[in-house]
């Protein structure tokens, strides 16, 4: 991935990039070509590993690597309207854009097909995702019978991590007057991927490490 030295993420947030886990985009080089499968992905921090699963109906898991998978990590994005910068009135030179924060994940993938270890998998993926809610659902409120059903329907990947790759392209580029007009114009939009968009830029420029 290109990732020009100002859109380069620090080793402290691309750690917590990549702890907050997500959806993404799992794609397997193999002798037919390029697999690639859409899921949500777990951060094992003791294996240094993402973790999913995908159904056992897709060829994803059984197909022969010829190298290592990259899993597309995307956070929030956001187009970026020239009307947002105030240098866009002192001189017209500007142009739209697009931010963004995304990591590529490297490494081979490993296949687990044993009941316990996918049931730990969805318990910790279940918890993760419903620990904001006010009634969290868990994996014990479903029948017994019925979860072990669901459990022989899929089949578990992991994906060893050999190297990380992080981009945020959060405006660094400009100027602080046009930061400050980007992170007004997209907080003022009412898009919450707008707002979390805004909400990295202020991060991003309170970190001395950028």
């Known amino acids: 991935m290109y990732v020009p030295s100002h859109f380069a993420v620090p080793p402290g947030r691309q750690a917590g990039l990549l702890g907050r886990g997500g959806f993404a985009h799992l794609v397997t080089p193999t002798a037919d070509g390029l697999v690639s499968t859409p899921l949500p992905l777990l951060y094992d921090a003791d294996r240094h590993a993402l973790v999913g699963h995908v159904a056992r109906n897709n060829p994803h898991w059984s197909a022969e690597p010829t190298g290592e998978s990259l899993a597309i990590v995307t956070g929030p994005d956001a187009y970026v309207s020239p009307g947002y910068y105030p240098s866009k009135r002192e001189h017209g030179r500007t142009v739209p854009t ?30 993760a995702h419903e620990a904001s809610r006010a009634e969290p659902w868990q994996v014990t409120d479903a029948p017994e019978r019925f979860i072990d059903g669901q459990l022989r329907a899929i089949v578990g990947l992991e994906l060893a991590i050999t190297r990380v790759e992080a981009k945020a392209k959060l405006s660094q580029n400009r100027s602080e007057a046009d930061q400050e007009g980007v992170i007004a114009g997209l907080s003022a939009t009412g898009d919450p991927g707008d707002a979390a968009v805004a909400t990295a830029m202020r991060w991003v420029r309170a970190e001395a490490d950028y």
Do not use: C, F, K, Q
């Open 98 to 127: 697009w931010n963004y924060e995304v990591l590529h994940v490297h490494g081979p993938l490993i296949v687990h097909d044993d009941v316990e270890w996918l049931r730990d998998l969805v318990t910790r993926l279940t918890d």
